[in-house]
């Protein structure tokens, strides 16, 4: 048994049945709304937009690059100078394109 002190538990201790009173189903609330994306940042300024970010900036390397990537590119890749978002954004902004 499941008892104390190897005490088995009477036979009424454990009903075998059990009834349900009543059924109710409710519809659920809805979800609380999501919470507003963080506005766009990049370059810390407001001239750059996703627009400009997505805008061509191909060159002899890369034919389908955009600004962003070319930013990326400048911070990021072991072949790049590993600039600050900051002096990547001027490059590409004022000097590249």
Known sequence: GNGVGY?????????LTY??????IEALPPPPPSPPL????KCGTPACTPEA????????????CSCGDRIDWLQTSP???????????AQVAGVEF
Do not use: F
Not at 79 to 89: H, K, L, Q, S, T
């Open 38 to 41: 963080p506005p766009w940042s």
């Open 79 to 89: 072949d790049g100078p590993r600039m600050d978002e900051a002096a990547a954004c």
């Open 53 to 64: 970010w997505a805008a061509a900036a191909a060159n002899s390397e890369c034919m389908t």
């Open 19 to 24: 009834s349900i009173d009543y059924v109710s």
């Open 7 to 15: 005490a088995t538990p009477p036979d009424d201790a454990y009903p």
